[in-house]
């Protein structure tokens, strides 16, 4: 595991990481947005939380990534990780994810957190047939997006969204 939470390593540095990590936390990382660690094979657990991780970085994730964390970050959009097959959990609370990036997400997907989130709205997630739970307290979440949720899903958090009439 590397833990670079709260100090100055940079997109070139995050590049060279060994290709055996199975845990990085760049946790309130300021310096960074486009690095690259698409080889890293290993790669289960990516925390990006409160970072200035760009979509073109997200893009480049690993195949083999499990869990992703990429609460409070602000440089977030429409980032595409269908190709991810074998992620289970992603944490975007907090963040500035739009209903594009949600659209691409992997089918693998057990675990969904958008807590938070004001720029989802109409988001569909019938194609993740493997999703359990999913939290969306608080978030801009409409009436729409629950018609498309899938109903393997057990537990869904809709608290405080004031967009959802039903």
Avoid at 26 to 37: A, E, G, V
Avoid at 105 to 122: A, T, W, Y
Wanted: proline share 2%; with cysteine; net charge neutral.
């Amino acid at each position: 595991m590397i833990d670079c939470s709260h100090s100055t390593v940079h997109d070139a540095s995050i590049n060279n990481f060994p290709v055996s990590l199975q845990v990085i936390s760049l946790h309130s990382f300021s310096n960074i947005s486009d690095f690259n660690i698409n080889h890293l094979v290993n790669l289960k657990k990516m925390n990006c939380s409160y970072s200035t991780i760009s979509d073109a970085a997200i893009n480049n994730f690993p195949v083999s990534l499990e869990e992703i964390i990429l609460k409070g970050c602000e440089n977030i959009s429409a980032f595409n990780i269908k190709y991810l097959v074998n992620l289970k959990m992603i944490d975007c609370a907090y963040s500035t994810i739009t209903d594009a990036a949600i659209n691409n997400f992997p089918v693998s997907l057990e675990e969904i957190k958008l807590m938070g989130c004001q720029k989802i709205r109409n988001f569909n997630i019938n194609h993740l047939v493997k999703l359990k739970k999913i939290y969306c307290r608080g978030s801009s979440i409409t009436d729409r997006a629950l018609e498309n949720f899938p109903v393997s899903l057990e537990t869904r958090d809709l608290n405080n969204c004031k967009n959802i009439v039903q």
